[in-house]
């Protein structure tokens, strides 16, 4: 069963409450999607740190429910 772009947002914000997080579903089929999040709890952190933390917060569904993610994360500029 596909996710939900809005499920992936909810549970990226959970996990990082104070991130900008765009979800994007790139083929239209509920498996493959890009998302960009921007969190404070990045800073300091190297880009695979930050890539952890987000997979971190989709809670074991990377690579099952969901497919494919590409993402982009960063650190807000000061």
Known sequence: MPMD??????LIKDALPDAE???EDLAGDGDHYAA???SS?????TRVQ???MVYQALQG???GVLHALALQTS???D
């Open 41 to 45: 709890a990045f800073k300091g952190k």
């Open 61 to 63: 569904r990377m690579g």
């Open 50 to 52: 930050q890539h952890q």
């Open 5 to 10: 772009q809005n499920e992936i947002e909810r």
């Open 21 to 23: 997080v765009l979800v």
């Open 36 to 38: 960009r999040v921007v």
């Open 75 to 77: 650190a807000p500029a």
